[in-house]
């Protein structure tokens, strides 16, 4: 047995782990599918039920407040068009306007005021025990002074006073509002703190023309903390939660948090964003609806970065012309919660299968083991070329071992003629490789001939730069020995290093070069210019860089001597040029004053009187023409 043969498991062993491995590999497979195709929907469906429920409850309390809210303020401004509503008597005021806003602890007060400067002003106390009525008459009284009336829990008096302080209601942004919209149309404003509750709050107006042209503007103040509080306690699952936002993404309505636990808490954070807040999860919300264009249909999918999945939804709901954006949010892991007594059911069931599999397959790998290992032993030995011995094998139980045996045999035999043939093969080929090594030495040395006797000077260095061949005439161009060229730097050849390393770089970019003219220097000093090729060839699978060079001094001085010849020959016909170009000027000055007094002849004799002149005259001045073009 080899030494290694230890190392290997048995079929038996084999076997068992592998169909082990294969039932457990199918039963992932199915727990994958299972999970893709059943419990995946089903959470998936869970998350986005929970999300939309959650969302919808917040958006029903907002629309019920919408409602409310504007039901009271119609009926109000029914009633002060009707005269209902009296807005100089502070008492009568009251006991219309107590009815409709005493129990709905949602509006904080209401305003009625006109173009004039007069407003009539209910309101809570700040501590919820009673009422005050703040009036103002600014055509009367001024906007620095205002009379200020409080209330007790039964609607007694319990004062009056006067306070100097500048208002006027026509500059407030309620009113500014409502009179920049459509008379008979409902406005809501922009969430903001209110000033003397400090805490946030958000405002409704309607305006009226009466019959006389005033302009009237009936207003409520809404309170935004019982919103918060419905959000701050609404649970739909163990770590989601609802927030209501502006479209700028502000919170109005904080979610459930462990930092909202008062209403100080939520007056903090009322008007900032979600992030400055603590709140990342409602802010991942947002800007995954802002990037998915705003859609409120679909439910929204985003990573937290601890790499934990959350799930999504945002509403918009609008009152009027003031939308609000119901923001749900909770982790995925909140609806994937599975039983623990189901998981441990799903464990044990799949050891079983896997135990009952193994025990099965040992026991199979057993009937199997057996034969293949008396044919593992035949196999040894033909492998040792033990060939004189058949191959038998009692006890062939099954077609396949008795179709092996049988293999087996055919091999033995095969490898005997093998045996024989290869050594007719071995002698024929040592005779065929001992003439093609003479043939090949034969080439080298016909090529290390041709080169030696090149008159061009030629070298081969190996990948360490050395050389491997120098021929003579490369050693006469530097006036040296071939023992002298073999040991000198070929950096030593070059007159300017600068064009060595030009000369190196192209040839390592590009793998060769030709043509390239330089100067060298010989060994004496005399410098002489030679025109240098190289290229990278292969040799016995080794790379060497064949290198041949020539002097061509002689042709770089004629060369040279041509290009001086062309330029004496250039500066000649450019003082020629010059000449002519000064000539012409110098010619010019007197040539117009011929041209002037020609043309003065010619005029003077146009009577007819000497035409003879007047033809001279004429041919002077075309003459004196051709000349100037």
């Given amino acids: 047995m080899p030494a290694n043969a230890s190392v290997h498991p048995s079929i038996k062993r084999l076997l068992g782990i592998r169909v082990a491995a294969l039932i457990s590999f199918s039963l992932l497979i199915f727990a994958i599918l299972v999970y893709t195709t059943q419990f995946r929907p089903t959470f998936d469906h869970l998350a986005d039920t929970g999300s939309h429920w959650a969302a919808g409850q917040v958006v029903d309390k907002v629309r019920s407040t919408i409602d409310s809210a504007e039901e009271v303020l119609l009926t109000a401004k029914l009633m002060a068009q009707t005269g209902l509503l009296e807005h100089q008597d502070p008492a ?47 055509e009367s009284w001024g906007t620095e002074r205002q009379q200020w009336l409080h209330w007790g829990k039964q609607r007694k008096m319990l004062g009056k006073e006067w306070r100097n302080a500048p208002y006027d209601a026509r500059i407030r942004p309620w009113f500014t509002m409502a009179m920049a919209a459509e008379t008979e149309k409902i406005s809501w404003s922009e969430p903001y703190m209110f000033a003397a509750f400090q805490e946030p709050g958000i405002t409704l107006t309607i305006r009226w023309v009466d019959v006389e042209g005033s302009s009237w503007i009936l207003a409520l103040d809404i309170r935004l903390l019982e919103l918060a509080h419905f959000t701050g306690k609404l649970e739909f699952s163990k770590h989601g939660s609802v927030a209501i936002l502006l479209p700028d993404g502000r919170v109005i309505a904080p979610p459930r948090s462990t930092q909202v636990q008062s209403d100080d808490d939520i007056r903090a954070i009322v008007l900032t964003h979600p992030t400055n807040a603590g709140f ?31 799930i999504g939804r945002v509403e918009a709901v609008k009152a009027r012309n003031q939308p609000f954006l119901v ?32 025990f099965l397959a040992i026991r199979l790998g057993g009937a199997i083991a057996g034969p293949l290992k008396l044919l593992a032993g035949e196999s040894r030995r033909i492998g040792a070329l033990q060939l004189d011995a058949p191959v038998l094998l009692k006890n062939s139980t099954t077609i396949e071992i008795a179709t092996l045996v049988n293999a087996l045999e055919d091999m033995r035999g ?25 043939a090949i030495a034969e080439s080298e040395s016909r090529l290390r001939h041709v080169l030696e006797q090149s008159p061009i000077g030629v070298a081969i260095a190996d ?5 491997v061949l120098v021929n003579q005439s490369l050693a006469n161009t530097f006036g040296l020995t071939l023992e002298e060229i073999r040991q000198r ?6 007159a300017r290093p600068a064009e060595r390393e030009d ?20 060994a004496n000093g005399e410098h002489f210019w030679v025109m240098l090729n190289a290229r990278y060839i292969e040799m016995s699978g080794e790379r060497y860089l064949l290198s041949w060079l020539h002097d061509i001094s002689v042709q770089r001085e004629a060369r040279e001597a041509i290009l001086v010849a062309k330029d004496v020959a250039e500066e000649a016909a450019r003082t020629k040029s010059e000449f002519l170009a000064n000539m012409t000027h110098e010619l010019r000055t007197p040539m117009h004053a011929i041209l002037s007094f020609s043309d003065l002849g010619v005029r003077r004799t146009n009577d007819g009187a000497d035409e003879k002149i007047n033809q001279y005259f004429s041919r002077i001045s075309q003459s004196a023409e051709r000349l100037l073009h």
């Fill in 503 to 522: 000369y190196l770089k192209k040839l390592e970019a590009e793998g060769l070069v030709n043509d390239y003219e330089t100067e060298f220097v010989r």
């Fill in 414 to 438: 095969l490898l005997l003629k093998a045996t024989s043939d290869l050594a007719e093969a071995n002698s024929f080929l040592e005779e065929r490789v001992q003439a093609r090594t003479a």
């Fill in 280 to 310: 990342g999860e409602i802010a991942k919300a947002y800007d995954a609806w802002r990037n998915q264009g705003d859609d409120t249909d679909k439910s929204l999918r985003f990573n937290m970065p601890d790499g934990k999945r959350w």
């Fill in 463 to 467: 990948k360490n730069k050395r050389y």
């Fill in 489 to 494: 730097r070929s950096s030593d050849a070059w």
């Fill in 327 to 358: 923001t749900a949010v909770a982790p995925y892991e909140d609806f994937t919660q599975i039983s623990e007594s189901l998981v441990w059911g799903l464990l044990s069931t799949l050891i079983a299968l896997i135990g009952l599999s193994a």
């Fill in 92 to 138: 009568a005021f009251n006991r219309q306007m107590l009815p409709l806003i005493e129990y709905r602890p949602t509006i904080l007060g209401a305003h009625l005021a006109n173009d004039r400067g007069e407003e009539m002003m209910l309101s809570r106390t700040k501590d919820g025990s009673g009422w005050s009525n703040r009036i103002t008459r600014a």
